[in-house]
């Protein structure tokens, strides 16, 4: 069990490289669209799985968010250069960047033992939810040609970005006055 746990974590770094290839070739976004859509699952049940029969360890609970964040990254990054999307590219880079910055942070955290600080908050989840969704909705978009879609994930991403940002926030505040 322990196996297919990691299989899953590890699975969702694999499919981001894939997944960014596939958007780079034409006529494979329903490719890309279900192995998103994979990826997310995968998410859920690893997690779930760990928990359940509690084989939660630090190094899953390390690497979790990070392949969350390889996929979100690798697939904002694709779809930007897919689109020519300035809105998609700028916000993808503002979500990296306060992802890079919070790491940051969670290593000086851990250095000065307050991990509480920058422990995931039910608005981080909200955050990532939304950026799942609005990639979801992109993917959607190119796979059937629904352009409108396109507009709508556009808000979506700087909703996302605006949330994000919000958030980074938050965990540096509570980091420099804890």
Do not use: C
Not at 17 to 42: E, H, M, N, R, T
Not at 135 to 150: G, N, Q, R, S, W
């Amino acid at each position: 069990m322990y196996f297919l746990i990691n299989f899953l974590t590890i699975s969702r770094i694999i499919l981001a490289v894939v997944i960014f290839i596939l958007l780079s070739l034409p006529d494979k976004y329903l490719y890309a669209l279900l192995l998103f859509i994979f990826a997310g699952i995968s998410d859920y049940f690893d997690g779930y799985l760990a928990r359940k029969h509690g084989m939660t360890s630090d190094i899953g609970e390390i690497l979790d968010p990070i392949a969350d964040k390889i996929l979100i990254s690798f697939v904002l990054i694709g779809l930007a250069l897919n689109l020519s999307s300035y809105i998609l590219g700028f916000s993808a880079a503002i979500i990296i960047s306060r992802e890079i910055w919070i790491s940051g942070l969670r290593d000086l955290n851990s250095r000065k033992n307050n991990i509480d600080a920058t422990k995931v908050t039910f608005l981080a989840k909200i955050k990532t939810t939304i950026q799942l969704f609005t990639i979801f909705m992109y993917l959607v978009a190119l796979t059937f040609e629904v352009m409108i879609l396109i507009v709508i994930s556009d808000i979506l991403i700087v909703i996302a970005m605006l949330i994000t940002v919000y958030t980074g926030y938050i965990y540096t505040i509570n980091s420099v006055y804890e």
